[in-house]
């Protein structure tokens, strides 16, 4: 049986580990909303991976004695800082926020609660809303929320493979996971610098239980500074999640419902990333990128003709990139805001 949680409330149940590296921007409103829970008591510990700038001593001046501040001796990255936060919490629940979300209030009373009340559960994982730079919510028809239904769900184990099986609906800030089971599964993955937290629930998610909470209770930020955003002046991060889909379509494929519909569905998600990065890619200019991503788009989802033939605008570029590649680049290049007026939509038929 997994470790319960204290019954005491003198002792923390969670660790709220912050991981951060050069994030003095946005921490402070970080810090604000972890400090701000109320109703469980916990640990708040920041593992620094050697910033250059204030992110430190902000720590020190907004959380004072109430954070654990560990400085990694070098730079881990992104999976090695995560596997220091759990090596270093001394709690059986683990929350790992990221330095630029902001959890909302209730959020790890509520996640506490799950645990308690589902005592062999392995991760609890909530809706977000998502904010820009500046605060400001960003509408659904820009980025998609996860959504996994209105009412809470428990997974038995192997049933919420069938949910990563085409796409990641779980946001790391949103997450709470069970210290015991995530050392079961050998922590985060190295070898992975895009995927690793997908990877991850995946592993966790053929051995333990988890737990969908529908009321959104993180602010995940999406801005221009984000990891996610200098993903696009290349394509490893999709090649990345290509072959973390091929995995699970080969490994899982006994466990999933409707397992061709869902490679189904993959690819065609897939190749709408590939189709949108190809855009970003000819409106920066970068004609063998654009080039490459459209080919591996339609590659991937041939039914994505279907779309660019009901937009006679993106048709056009895309059939001027495929025929005159240079020509292309300099005609629709807009590198100010690169994809922004001609994106993809992420779902719908096609």
Not at 74 to 92: F, I, K, S, V, Y
Request: proline share 10%; aromatic share 6%.
């Amino acid at each position: 049986m997994p470790t319960p949680l204290p019954t005491t409330t003198s002792t923390p149940p969670v660790t709220v580990a912050l991981p951060t590296y050069n994030g003095a921007r946005h921490l402070a409103d970080a810090l604000r909303g972890i400090l701000a829970q109320e109703g469980v008591p916990f640990d708040l510990l920041v593992c620094d991976d050697r910033s250059d700038d204030e992110t430190v001593s902000l720590v020190r001046s907004l959380a004072g004695d109430r954070a654990r501040i560990e400085i990694n001796p070098e730079r881990l990255g992104l999976a090695g800082n995560w596997n220091r936060c759990a090596a270093l919490a001394r709690t059986p629940l683990l929350a790992i926020v990221h330095q630029d979300d902001i959890l909302l209030p209730g959020h790890l009373a509520a996640h506490v609660d799950a645990f308690a009340r589902l005592p062999g559960l392995g991760m609890a994982i909530s809706a977000v809303e998502v904010i820009d730079a500046a605060d400001r919510p960003i509408p659904p028809t820009v980025i998609e929320r996860p959504d996994l239904g209105p009412a809470e769900r428990l997974f038995p184990p192997p049933a919420f493979v069938a949910e990563l099986a085409h796409r990641n609906p779980v946001r790391c800030s949103a997450v709470t996971l069970r210290a015991e089971a995530l050392a079961s599964i050998g922590g985060f993955d190295p070898s992975y610098r895009y995927a690793v937290d997908w990877e991850c629930w995946l592993r966790l998610a053929r051995r333990w239980p988890v737990c969908w909470l529908p009321l959104p209770s993180v602010a995940v930020r999406w801005h221009p500074d984000s990891e996610t955003h200098r993903f696009k002046r290349g394509s490893a991060d999709l090649d990345e999640l290509a072959l973390l889909l091929d995995q699970i379509h080969t490994l899982d494929r006994p466990s999933l419902p409707h397992p061709s519909r869902s490679r189904r569905l993959a690819h065609r998600l897939l190749g709408r990333a590939f189709l949108n990065r190809s855009l970003d890619a000819l409106h920066a200019g970068d004609a063998p990128l654009a080039l490459r991503c459209l080919r591996r788009s339609l590659s991937l989802s041939p039914a994505l003709l279907l779309l660019l033939a009901r937009d006679p605008r993106l048709a056009a570029q895309m059939t001027a990139l495929s025929l005159a590649p240079r020509w292309a680049s300099r005609r629709f290049r807009h590198p100010d805001q690169p994809g922004q007026a001609d994106s993809v939509p992420t779902s719908g038929p096609a």
